[in-house]
DNA sequence: TATTGTTATACTCTATAACTATA
DNA sequence: TATAGTTATAGAGTATAACAATA
């Protein structure tokens, strides 16, 4: 196939109708290119979005049930215990037994956890900063903001 | 359990740490809601955010393959099989023979697919501007355009 | 050789129901 | 009776590899 010479099929601009003017459409699209990037820069760690998610919740708030963690991250508690077992696996989190209710454990991050996480981080950020080289100043808190405005 | 006596654990605001801040948490949160909110409104016509995308394409770019088609909206064409098929059995598209190349079919909108996607897109519609009520005007437009611009 | 549609496969994510031990 | 963690299970969605027909 020449260059200059291409069928109208495949040369052709995509129309995408309604679907440029929705935005449940361009937040798909918008999330499918952060969560590639996330995954370009963490996967080598084995860190995915979500176990990303899990792991700022327990830092930020030491000895939370699995039941609060999925809450707060709106999943279900029954796909919280693979993601446990696996933090728990790498000793980035750990369960204690709770003392209060024997029926529940306690979340916390370990010593190695939070090591772990310093570098996680820079990692995080350096992927979000390249992501909002395309934002002009002001415009990713304007973007926050009215994200964060949708009802859960 | 009264309401005034509740554990420190449970009543406590749960700390998101940097998740408040990074675009690509928001940007999943925000999709989520606009996800289930299109399957409350669609789910009972058979259709998902996913097939609405294809419905879209094969409308506004009759004859496109489903390579074509694929591509546009980011998916595996070994995805578009089972697409096609469900679309095809809902008599809403169907697979034409290609002229110019036997090995590919050309995808087109069925007149019931036509009727049909009218009162689908009433459907998107009122699900979109439900949402919306939480933007001010103007908002929507600047995040359309905010959300164009990451990279694909 | 390359590409289209297809199948098989697998892996992740997610959601539901049911079980146990505790409350 | 209700709840926490768990297990089993099933359904999406997604990605890869391979194949036959065709280019």
Known sequence: MTDDKVSAAENEQINFGVLDCLLGYKLRRAQMVFFDSFSAACSDLGISPGLFGVLVVVKENPGLTQTAVAKALGNDRSAMVAVVDRLESMELIERRPSKKDRR??????????????????????????????????????????????FPR
Not at 107 to 115: A, F, R
Not at 118 to 145: F, I, P, T
């Open 104 to 149: 529940s454990y306690a979340l916390y991050m370990t010593p190695h956890g939070k090591t772990f996480f310093n570098g996680l981080l820079e990692r995080v950020r350096a992927h979000e900063d390249e992501l909002c080289q395309y934002l002009e100043s002001g415009e990713k808190k304007q973007l926050l903001d009215m994200l964060d405005r």
